[in-house]
Nanobody, 115 residues
Framework: QVQLVESGGGLVQPGGSLRLSCAAS????????MGWYRQAPGKQRELVAA???????NYANSVKGRFTISRDDAKNTIYLQMNSLKPDDTAVYYC?????????WGQGTQVTVSS
């Protein structure tokens, strides 16, 4: 089993920044890829940014140039640095890990962008 715990969400004004963290524990050796997803009210969950199995990164077009995904393997943690935030970025952000055991999700952290 893998446990994923997100943190760092909150309320921020348009144009502001937040950094989300996702700490992994448990059978982390089984994880091949990790990434961030989000779900806004009334919308489907969508990919925000993720590491591929080859170690490269993928970003949703809507966040390219504003968001950066990174990792600290020593801490079993991935991050999402979010800059120039817009009201449309308001959503619950989820961490996802995929491995031989299947897909694992964190509980989510709320990000609200509003003046």
């Amino acid at each position: 089993q893998v446990q994923l715990v997100e943190s760092g969400g909150g309320l921020v004004q348009p144009g502001g920044s937040l950094r989300l963290s996702c700490a992994a524990s448990g059978s982390i050796f089984s994880i091949n890829t990790m990434g961030w997803y989000r779900q806004a009210p009334g919308k489907q969950r969508e990919l925000v940014a993720a590491f591929t199995r080859g170690g490269s990164t993928n970003y949703a077009n809507s966040v390219k140039g504003r968001f950066t995904i990174s990792r600290d393997d020593a801490k079993n943690t991935i991050y999402l640095q979010m800059n120039s935030l817009k009201p449309d970025d308001t959503a619950v952000y989820y961490c996802r890990g995929v491995g031989v055991g299947g897909a694992y999700w964190g509980q989510g952290t709320q990000v609200t962008v509003s003046s």
